[in-house]
């Protein structure tokens, strides 16, 4: 089955840097990458994704490139704020069918 | 935006007996739901696919008698703990896929559960 591996599994950053969250798969079926932003006590909140037919995609901070060849993709968030602080999972799906996600990053925005 | 509801929050249990959670979505169809589990601090860990009308599909090492699935209809899916252990004690995600091509999945609150 597929396999997520994700780092770092802690990142602290000062306010107002860039954070860059990476993470690799290993099914090459895998064509659906949703990134999930999780707070304490909450539920995963689809923050960003990306099909396997694109290479980049932006929203606004937010942004995750894909590299199908190397089987990597990666989430980058810019001008952080400390209620950007929170616990981030990527995931690999096949068109859907089933959502494989990493370990996770437990992102702290320094004020 | 879509929204899916999941009962109980939280379940206290006592050993060898059954739970069962509630995966709900309020204003859309579902054909498809996920149930995970997740550790303190830890991913989600992906349970079984639920389709609507059809049996679940188990991932590798989650015993499907134990983790019982129905997925009776388009907008309720069901997770019954059979037989609760101590090791059973976990969080218990669902998550609903919206009926047609797209790929998102909502997710719901989750399941606290508590095997004492």
């Known amino acids: 089955g597929e396999n997520v591996e994700q780092h770092p599994s802690t990142l602290s950053v000062q306010e107002g840097d860039s954070a860059v969250i990476k993470c690799t798969y290993s099914?090459?079926?895998?064509?659906?990458f949703p990134w999930y932003k999780q707070e304490l006590g909450k539920r995963p909140q689809l923050i960003i994704d990306?099909?396997?037919?694109?290479g980049e995609k932006k929203d606004q901070r937010i942004a995750v490139t894909l590299n199908k060849t190397a089987k990597h993709f990666s989430l980058h968030i810019t001008e952080t704020q400390p209620e950007d602080s929170a616990v981030y999972f990527c995931?690999?799906?096949?068109?859907?069918?089933?959502?494989?996600f990493g370990t996770g990053t437990s992102l702290t925005v320094i004020p | 935006g879509a929204v899916v509801s999941q009962h109980p929050s939280w379940v206290i249990c006592k050993s060898g007996t059954s739970v069962k959670i509630e995966c709900r979505s309020l204003?859309?169809?579902?054909?498809?739901m996920f149930w995970y589990r997740q550790f303190p601090k830890q991913s989600l860990m992906l349970m079984a696919t639920?389709?609507?009308?059809?049996?679940?599909?188990?991932e590798q090492g989650v015993e499907k008698d134990k983790f019982l699935i129905n997925h009776a209809s388009l907008t309720l899916s069901t997770l019954t703990v059979t037989s609760a252990h101590p090791e059973d004690s976990s969080f218990y995600i669902c998550?609903?896929?919206?009926?047609?091509?797209?790929?998102?999945?909502?997710f719901g609150a989750g399941t606290r559960l508590s095997v004492l």
């Open positions: 990306i099909r396997s037919n694109v």
């Open positions: 204003d859309f169809q579902a054909t498809t």
């Open positions: 998550s609903a896929k919206v009926q047609g091509p797209g790929y998102i999945q909502y």
């Open positions: 995931a690999a799906s096949n068109t859907g069918n089933q959502f494989y």
């Open positions: 099914d090459s079926a895998s064509n659906y």
């Open positions: 639920s389709n609507e009308g059809s049996k679940a599909t188990y």
